[in-house]
């Protein structure tokens, strides 16, 4: 896929967005073809040149960009000529997706094994143990805390693990307790 054409995607220019920051976007959403140094994307696109660095390193870390070093003969200065490898990114957005999954397939047997209580004042959230300690009672603000439902919560997380799931091609583990 061309570079033009994984640009017009919103979901990988969200997530270059996410990686490089308002700041950096421009130097993300501008990918030149071949080789270019810092000092001509910041030219070119108007930006301080520690901008352009930053973001270069940043899609450098996260294997987009790839760059190689010439040095000069006669000031011995080194040179930095960046490539971009956007090809790399579904399979980043991939990595990233089962990330997501394995965070709220824990998530969710964190609320599964949990029972919770919420002061309703200051909207903090207990576990059963904390509420406990506290004699259920806020410790900010003294009122009660009641138990809280987290159905809702529970059913929303398992939609989006269905999803994902779905859109990884993968199957759902049964864990019965």
Known sequence: MAFEELLEDPVIQKYLHELVGPKGMPVAAAPPDGEVTDEELAEELGLELNDVRRALFILYENDLASYRRLRD??????TYLWTFEYDKIPEKLEEEMYRLLDALEDREQYEHENEFYLCEV?????????AMDFGFECPE????VDAMENTALVQAMEDRIDALRDELNVEREETEA
């Open 73 to 78: 003969e006669d000031s011995g200065w080194l």
């Open 122 to 130: 200051c909207g903090i959230r207990f576990e059963f143990d904390e």
């Open 141 to 144: 603000c003294g009122s009660s």
